[in-house]
Nanobody, 124 residues
Framework: QVQLRESGGGLVQAGGSLRLSCTAS????????MGWFRQAPGKEREIVAT????????YYSDSVKGRFIISGDNAEHSMYLQMNSLNPEDPAVYYC?????????????????WGQGTQVTVSS
């Protein structure tokens, strides 16, 4: 079993930065995709950034490319989302997730384990 917990959310001024962390227990991220997702009030959950199980590449949604960076630690026990140049369109609950063993990474249904989410609020 994989247990995930997000942290680092909060209130930030427009143009500022936040770094979200996701820590795992009970399992490593080995051979599983890693991803960050977000869901704003009244909207569907959407992919923000992902790393496939085979690593060596990343995927970003068009809305965050160039502003957000996804990464993981050497042991693959944690993942991070560095969010820069935050704007009023970014507020949402952000979730980290881990995919199935040797599975995909580009669709919501590829992800098997989910954290509880952390709130990100942007003010101007």
């Amino acid at each position: 079993q994989v247990q995930l917990r997000e942290s680092g959310g909060g209130l930030v001024q427009a143009g500022g930065s936040l770094r979200l962390s996701c820590t795992a227990s009970g399992h490593t991220f080995s051979s599983r995709a890693m991803g960050w997702f977000r869901q704003a009030p009244g909207k569907e959950r959407e992919i923000v950034a992902t790393i496939p199980w085979f690593r060596g590449s990343t995927y970003y949604s068009d809305s965050v490319k160039g502003r957000f960076i996804i990464s993981g630690d050497n042991a693959e026990h944690s993942m991070y989302l560095q969010m820069n140049s935050l704007n009023p369109e970014d507020p949402a609950v952000y979730y980290c997730a881990v995919g199935s063993y040797l599975g995909g990474y580009l669709h919501l249904h590829d992800y098997e384990y989910w954290g509880q989410g952390t709130q990100v609020t942007v003010s101007s």
